[in-house]
């Protein structure tokens, strides 16, 4: 098995806001392979966001990583200098975000702002860097690339604009690409464009991706691994296929349940009832157990822990622990 | 089934004027909405889906008599809306409401909630006090929201409860038509499907007609009956539900449907039909069939001559001159031969 490229352990991220310290990321733990997709999925405050910037440490000043470790190719992040970081940035992470609009200057052009990383990092002149920016624009499929190379951020169209954020973002070769709903701001035959191409790159480039969705169409097109975020934690962790078939925790049941597939009829759509709660104010217990069908007594009252089960799930879930301690007191019993 | 049609809109179009110059030389304007002909029936969803740009929300924004169209006639329950004086159309506002994306921009942020939902109730009918907060409580009653939350202002609550507020000002005045556009568009997919429930849920229980714009095909095909499938500023294809997506007519249709992302890793290896390109710009739309330039099946009838939007099926409308699926057309026709 291929060697861990990226590796997050209990990482905890908070704000310091005026009305109260704001866990966004709350022991969060996982890891990339070399070569792979892993989708983090959840809803808007979540924290999947927060955990994507924690890697880069683009969080603005009043968030914080206040605790775990992120390894990428064994050094920690965490404690790395911002030197340190600036190398990487753009270099061995890079990082493409939902509206490519904003990510994009719109006084310089596209060519200016392709150089930039490419003349930084891998250190060409200015000839070689245009071949390079011009070789990548055609790599992402954008037609007379040329023209492109020397026009402005407002005259491509939206799938042209991520396209060549892509591009941007591949032009130092990558180990990590994170992609923050890449498509989300994409109607949808543009999206399924996009998909296409970041899927070819994995194939092409061996580069690993972690990317951030809401939406369960996108993560079970792409991903090898999933990681269900929710109110900040980790709630559940599979590979896809597994998690699809077999979801553990109620809420990505209720989750996969609620979205509605394309090519099947509906009578009523089902639906998680209430909504996330305030994360100045997390329940003490489970954080999913207001709005979870299944929700028991020490649901309330205890937090519960991360259950491994044997078809490779980690799931938070009261449920699943009970599951595991009544098989090994079971195993024991054989046992004696 | 009732057959009774509510609204028919013929030839309706619109074009925004786009001229620039110091002289305003350069004529130029972008057709947002190009010639649209259907009609809903009482009682019915009609759901118009396509990609941002395609004219859908101007649509609706017409019919909803919140922009003027440049031509064409809206005629509802017999009467075409654009002819009618300022003071008839104030009283037909009442029965045709909207329902808006966001929640957030759509709800005056000063106003509580019962001064919201009772905002209409006070426009167009007269009630006194009681009975104003009467109606109030019902309406919060009906989209299940807390009658203790009355006194709050927008920003307490979050979207999904916002958008219920919006559909409680909606459905106050028993309207006959209510246009929502994009109405859980903005929302997490948890809320959409509570969100969705309760529109059909209503629909059914008040016995309302909905156009239904939105982007998101699966939450279409959910809440519609018949499906207008629009590409810049044009009707390519409508019929109903069903027969949509048991084969699709227009390429246009099946490309969009075959780019909708299906939430389980096992379909993963179907093929997809990919649309290349781009979007024309609405500005300057190509001659003969607007999709042309990604169609894969073009010829050079398409490029030069637009095809008319027909019935070329009991029920099935499209407009192109090589329609896909003929098998399915014949099928039908010998059903309604036989």
């Not at chain 2, 440049?70 to 409401?97: C, H, M, P, V, Y």
């Not at chain 2, 409508?238 to 227009?250: I, M, Y």
Request: one cysteine or more; proline letters at 5%; hydrophobic letters at 40%.
């Amino acid at each position: 098995m291929s060697e861990k490229l990226l590796e997050i352990n209990n990482l905890k991220t908070h704000f310091f806001t005026e009305a109260g310290v704001v866990p966004s990321v709350d022991d969060v733990s996982f890891s990339i392979k070399k070569g792979e997709i892993v989708a983090v999925v959840g809803e808007s405050g979540s924290g999947k966001s927060v955990t994507s910037l924690s890697i880069m440490n683009l969080l603005d000043k009043a968030g914080k990583v206040v605790n775990g470790e992120i390894l990428f190719d064994g050094k920690d992040l965490t404690k790395a200098s911002e030197k340190e970081l600036r190398n990487l940035r753009g270099d061995d992470i890079a990082m493409i975000f939902q509206e490519p609009l904003t990510s994009l200057n719109p006084v310089f052009t596209i060519g200016n702002q392709m150089m930039e990383p490419i003349r930084l990092h891998l250190k060409l002149n200015k000839k070689d860097a245009k071949a390079r920016c011009i070789e990548m624009l055609d790599k992402v499929g954008i037609p007379r690339a040329e023209k492109v190379f020397d026009s402005f951020p407002h005259s491509l169209s939206g799938g042209m604009r991520q396209r060549v954020m892509i591009a941007m973002a591949l032009s130092c070769n990558p180990m990590l690409l994170i992609a923050d709903e890449p498509t989300t701001a994409l109607d949808v035959t543009i999206q399924a464009q996009i998909l296409n191409l970041m899927r070819d790159i994995v194939e092409d480039l061996g580069t690993a991706i972690l990317l951030i969705t809401h939406d369960l169409g996108v993560v079970a097109e792409m991903a090898d691994k999933v990681v269900v975020m929710y109110a900040g934690q980790v709630v559940e962790y599979a590979d896809v296929f597994t998690l699809f078939k077999n979801p553990k925790h109620p809420y990505t049941q209720g989750l996969i349940e609620s979205t509605p597939k394309i090519n099947q009829l509906y009578e009523k759509l089902h639906s998680i009832p209430g909504t996330v709660p305030n994360p100045l104010n997390y329940p003490s217990g489970c954080r999913f157990v207001d709005r979870c069908p299944f929700a028991m007594k020490q649901c309330i009252t205890h937090e519960p822990n991360n259950t491994y089960t044997a078809d490779g799930h980690t799931v938070k879930c009261w449920l699943h622990e009970m599951d595991r301690i009544e098989n090994e007191t079971l195993k024991e019993k054989v046992r004696n | 089934m009732q057959d009774e049609k509510l609204l028919v809109v013929n030839n309706l179009k619109k074009h925004f004027d786009v001229t620039k110059g110091f002289f305003k030389k350069d004529k130029s304007y972008v057709y947002a909405v190009d010639g649209l002909n259907f009609d809903v029936k009482k009682g019915e969803v009609l759901g118009i889906v396509g990609e941002s740009g395609c004219g859908k929300s101007t649509a609706g924004n017409m019919i909803g008599q919140l922009l003027e169209p440049t031509e064409g006639e809206i005629i509802f329950e017999g009467e075409d809306l654009l002819n009618l004086s300022r003071s008839e159309l104030r009283k037909r506002r009442a029965d045709i409401q909207m329902i808006f994306q966001d929640p957030f921009s759509s709800l005056n942020p000063r106003m509580r909630v019962f001064e919201l939902i009772a905002e209409p109730l006070r426009t167009h009918r007269k009630l006194n006090k009681k009975e104003l907060r009467n109606r109030v409580e019902e309406m919060m009653d009906l989209v299940g929201l807390n009658r203790a939350y009355m006194n709050r202002f927008p920003h307490e609550f979050s979207g999904g409860q916002r958008q219920r507020i919006g559909i409680a000002r909606a459905i106050a005045l028993n309207p006959k038509l209510i246009i929502c556009d994009e109405p859980v568009s903005a929302l997490d997919v948890s809320i959409q499907s509570q969100i969705l429930n309760l529109l059909v849920k209503l629909q059914k229980e008040l016995d309302l007609t909905f156009i239904f714009i939105a982007h998101g095909l699966p939450a279409v095909k959910y809440i519609s009956d018949r499906i207008a499938v629009m590409y810049l500023g044009k009707i390519v294809e409508l019929t109903t539900k069903e027969k949509l997506f048991e084969g699709a007519l227009h390429p246009y249709t099946e490309g969009l449907l075959s780019a909708v992302p299906i939430p389980d890793p096992e379909e993963r290896t179907k093929e997809r039909h990919i649309i290349e390109g781009d979007i024309p710009s609405p500005e300057n739309p190509p001659n003969g069939c607007n999709f042309h330039t990604r169609c894969p099946f073009a010829q050079d009838i398409c490029r030069n001559e637009e095809p008319e939007f027909e019935e070329k099926a009991n029920g099935r409308f499209a407009a192109c001159h090589f329609p896909l699926n003929t098998h399915l057309l014949e099928k039908n026709e010998t059903v309604q031969s036989t």
